[in-house]
């Protein structure tokens, strides 16, 4: 696994990354979860920029400023909703590397990540897992510009499960 990768039990806004992943709904406008999480701690100017923002779609990503919070830039990102027959990981992927293309194309050199679609949306926790790190590892091997990529994990179930996929990656 590539050595940028760092894997952290935490609460991802209070982290100082340059940018922070939300798993947002595809309205942009705001939820449970680390979208509530997020938004309380940035403060209303994030979600008047979100609402600017026409939504976003599955798989897909869009930046903000970061408000109130440590870091200066959100980049939202709408996990799958966990489906029989869907392309699940497919779209979990997505997620994960429209999330860093977009880092990439707004200079940004350290983002940490949530365990997208882990919570209501659904998706088991190791397969979730497994597509996270192999999605960011594939992309690092292609990229020489981020220094960090974080991935908090919010309890320790979390944090074991993605120690455990790290090893095999
Ligand atoms: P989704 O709708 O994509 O499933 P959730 O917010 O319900 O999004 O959950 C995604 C993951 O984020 C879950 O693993 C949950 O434990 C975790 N999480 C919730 N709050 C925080 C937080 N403040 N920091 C980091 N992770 C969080």
Redesign the pocket.
Known sequence: MDKRIEIVK????QLNTDAIVN?A?SSLLG????????HRAAGPGLLEECRSLNGCRTGEAKITKGYSLKARHVIHTV?P?YRNGQDNAILLRSCYLRSLELAVSNGIKSIAF??????????P?EEAAMVALTAVNDFLGKDDTLEKVVM????DR?LKVLSTAAAGV
């Open positions: 935490g609460d991802i806004t798993a709904n939820g449970g979860g680390v979208d509530g999480a997020i996990g909703i949530p365990s997208i679609s882990t919570g209501v949306y659904g998706y926790l908090v994990c919010f309890d979390n």
